[in-house]
């Protein structure tokens, strides 16, 4: 479970008995942002989901970004695709095929061109992103389910600006962050929030 910042702060649940959340990133069209990535990949942990990190639109871009590798080196699964080329699909469809998944991310990074690559007699709407904004404009505005060849169901989410973290107190956050895990007991403060304190051996 996830849930979107509100003013309130209520919590909106997207999905319920997913196997499979996959974090749909765009390599341009908009800017790729792992910040948000690393957001997803929190809920998932937290709601007990298998994370994919799907890197789209890979035709628009000639070298991927460090970032990717990192994911990779953390035990992140990362599919690189293209509406397209058509790179990826398959990989992807094999992953999906017989499972529930959710596909969630910015608006624009192309989750609604992805299920028409896989599936496409959906005939689903796209759009382009805003050449003014350079952001994604909204074409799905409920969550959706689609059954698709293959046994595939997919949760189809709106696509958001922010992510808020459901259940996770800020003290929480770091055991969520697998690259931190052997350093956390090293700090010199128990709750040290590693962004500014002395000794903290997150930050060295």
Same mark, same amino acid.
């Given at each position: ?8 702060? !209520? ?109 496409? !007699? ?27 060849? !293959? ?54």
């Amino acid at each position: 479970r996830a849930a979107m910042e509100h003013a309130e702060s !209520d919590e909106q649940v997207f999905a319920a008995n997913v196997d499979v959340l996959v974090v749909v990133a765009a390599a341009k069209k908009p800017a790729f942002k792992p910040d948000l990535v690393d957001r997803y990949l929190i809920a998932a942990d937290v709601g007990g989901v298998e994370p994919i990190l799907c890197f789209n639109k890979t035709d628009l871009i000639e070298t991927e970004p460090p970032e990717l590798q990192a994911y990779r080196d953390l035990g992140i699964r990362v599919i690189k695709t293209s509406c397209e080329s058509g790179e990826g699909l398959e990989e992807l469809r094999s992953i999906l095929r017989g499972k529930t998944s959710m596909f969630a991310g910015h608006s624009g990074v192309g989750k609604s061109s992805l299920l028409n690559a896989l599936q496409p !007699d959906l005939d689903l709407d796209t759009r382009e992103i805003s050449e003014s904004t350079k952001k994604g404009r909204h074409t799905t505005t409920t969550a959706k389910l689609f059954r698709l060849d !293959d046994g595939i169901s997919v949760i189809d989410t709106p696509g958001i600006r922010q992510l808020g973290l459901w259940d996770v107190a800020p003290g929480g956050v770091e055991a969520y962050y697998r690259e931190f895990r052997p350093f956390v007991a090293g700090c010199r403060f128990p709750d040290c929030s590693h962004t500014h304190e002395s000794a903290c051996e997150v930050r060295r």
